[in-house]
């Protein structure tokens, strides 16, 4: 019966011995699906209702320098420009200079400081998770997709009201006449290969009147037949923006020309064309029909709109447009590839003029170029973006090449609603090349050498998306 008893016991035991254990055992921590060690110091513990996590093991583990002061017990947690302190007993922190209320004071353990889980996310960036049945804390340094703030773009602001309605257009012996109903102020600019003259009209729309009486297009757009010019072979004219509203007009021409406008009676406008030897400015193409691919580069921000501006004070729109014009400049290599980039400078555009320039260009694909941002400067990597499934194979190709280049974090290929790649006909995909906001990807994408490398990693992308 004695023997009986002590097997019985021992067996219990045995039996009772795992539970035991693992109900002392700490929570794990998962960081972006890899399981930190916690064998050194304090582990993680779940103290009440709040879970407590080891901040330096957690800040380690994210490239973060951790600063213990044994005096006055705080921790000061620090990674480029972002910092983060906090003090045993105390129930706030202070977050890149900003107070944080604690839902748990932090607490010394064994050497270690534990902190509330929510801070850490909060503090740090991260998506946090907690798994009671498993006690697993989940941290994620991927957070949703952060949107590009041109979504938010001041441009988009409501238009003004026009002040001009086009009446009637018409051109006879290298004479342009615009009848307006209202005052105007046209903008003159050229184009080369072939030689074109843009004339655009801000603040104009077409009247009613003109739209009723246009056999061509609902929308106004339409094209003038010239037969008796040796100076132009056809005159196009559609609307080139909403936002401010703009009519353009375009003039192919046969041979290289100069033209002035001038005001007539009842705001008549004249535009009056002569030969020229001087050679034709670069600005936006139009559409020919010469068989070539068009493709849109559209380096996003501009002006007023500086986009992320990162850790050492450099914008993103300066970073957007030198990867643009690179991209360009390779593409104009192609003898099947007719390139039109929305900016070659500075300039502002509204999100409805960069879709405008590509409906209008008759693309046949949109590609837009960014620089990522964040609140922290945790997130990083490169993502690609569309918004509409016939965009989802360019998006493909373009990551395909771009990724292994940057020799950065892959992001994936994700789809977002987004202006430029939602509101576009043709397939359209936004390029982030990095985040602005990471020491590490700012330091990168600010080298001319990565700058490069990324354009050139866009232009095989698309050529073999056209299949060129």
């Keep these: 019966?004695?023997?009986?008893?002590?097997?019985?016991?021992?067996?219990?035991?045995?039996?009772?011995?795992?539970?035991?254990?693992?109900?002392?055992?700490?929570?794990?921590?998962?960081?972006?699906?890899?399981?930190?060690?916690?064998?050194?110091?304090?582990?993680?513990?779940?103290?009440?209702?709040?879970v407590m996590v080891p901040i330096r093991i957690v800040s380690e583990n994210l490239g973060y320098q951790v600063k213990?002061?044994?005096?006055?017990?705080?921790?000061?947690?620090?990674?480029?420009?972002?910092?983060?302190?906090?003090?045993?007993?105390?129930?706030?922190?202070?977050?890149?200079?900003?107070?944080?209320?604690?839902?748990?004071?932090?607490?010394?353990?064994?050497?270690?400081?534990?902190?509330?889980?929510?801070?850490?996310?909060?503090?740090?960036?991260?998506?946090?998770?907690?798994?009671?049945?498993?006690?697993?804390?989940?941290?994620?340094?991927?957070?949703?997709v952060a949107e590009s703030n041109e979504e938010k773009d001041?441009?988009?602001?409501?238009?003004?009201?026009?002040?001009a309605e086009l009446q009637n257009i018409s051109f006879s012996g290298d004479r342009l006449i615009v009848a307006v109903n209202g005052e105007i102020m046209p903008k003159l600019s050229t184009l080369g290969e072939p030689d074109r003259i843009i004339v655009d009209l801000p603040g104009t729309t077409f009247s009613q009147d003109f739209l009723q009486g246009q056999a061509s297009r609902p929308d106004g757009s339409g094209s003038i037949e010239v037969a008796d010019s040796d100076l132009v072979s056809k005159v196009r004219y559609a609307m080139f923006s909403s936002s401010p509203s703009t009519v353009r007009v375009v003039f192919d021409l046969k041979q290289a020309a100069t033209a002035k406008w001038s005001l007539g009676e009842d705001n008549v406008m004249l535009v009056d064309l002569t030969a020229s030897s001087g050679e034709s400015a670069s600005k936006q193409a139009l559409p020919n029909d010469d068989?070539?691919?068009?493709?849109?580069?559209?380096?996003?921000?501009?002006?007023?709109?500086?986009?992320?501006?990162?850790i050492s004070g450099k914008y993103e729109k300066d970073f957007n447009l030198a990867v643009g014009l690179k991209v360009q400049a390779l593409l104009q290599q192609y003898d099947d590839i007719q390139t039109v980039i929305t900016r070659q400078d500075d300039t502002e555009l509204s999100l409805k003029q960069r879709?405008?320039?590509?409906?209008?260009?008759?693309?046949?694909?949109?590609?837009?170029?960014?620089?990522?941002?964040?609140?922290?400067?945790?997130?990083?990597?490169?993502?690609?973006?569309?918004?509409?499934?016939?965009?989802?194979s360019l998006a493909d190709t373009l990551h395909k090449y771009v990724l292994p280049v940057t020799g950065l974090k892959d992001?994936?290929?994700?789809?977002?609603?987004?202006?430029?790649?939602?509101?576009?006909?043709?397939?359209?995909?936004?390029?982030?090349?990095?985040?602005?906001?990471?020491?590490?990807?700012?330091?990168?994408m600010l080298t001319e050498d990565y700058q490069d490398q990324c354009a050139q990693a866009i232009a095989d992308g698309i050529a073999e998306y056209l299949g060129l």
């Design 1 to 50: 019966m004695k023997k009986w008893s002590v097997a019985v016991v021992f067996f219990l035991f045995m039996c009772l011995f795992p539970v035991m254990a693992n109900a002392d055992a700490g929570p794990s921590i998962v960081l972006d699906g890899v399981t930190i060690d916690q064998r050194s110091g304090a582990p993680a513990e779940n103290i009440g209702k709040t």
């Design 68 to 144: 213990w002061e044994k005096a006055t017990k705080s921790v000061l947690v620090q990674k480029g420009n972002s910092s983060i302190e906090m003090t045993a007993g105390k129930d706030a922190a202070t977050v890149n200079g900003s107070v944080v209320e604690l839902d748990s004071p932090p607490l010394i353990k064994q050497g270690t400081t534990l902190v509330p889980l929510r801070f850490v996310g909060e503090g740090m960036g991260l998506k946090v998770g907690w798994d009671n049945g498993t006690k697993t804390v989940s941290l994620f340094t991927v957070p949703p």
């Design 154 to 163: 001041a441009s988009e602001a409501p238009a003004p009201s026009m002040n």
């Design 291 to 310: 068989g070539k691919k068009i493709v849109i580069i559209d380096p996003g921000h501009g002006g007023r709109q500086s986009g992320a501006v990162s």
């Design 355 to 392: 879709v405008d320039i590509a409906e209008l260009n008759q693309a046949d694909i949109f590609i837009s170029i960014h620089g990522n941002k964040f609140t922290t400067p945790v997130p990083n990597g490169i993502e690609t973006l569309y918004s509409r499934k016939d965009s989802k």
């Design 411 to 444: 992001r994936g290929v994700k789809m977002v609603s987004l202006h430029v790649t939602r509101e576009t006909t043709m397939p359209a995909v936004l390029l982030e090349l990095g985040f602005m906001s990471n020491p590490t990807d700012e330091a990168t």
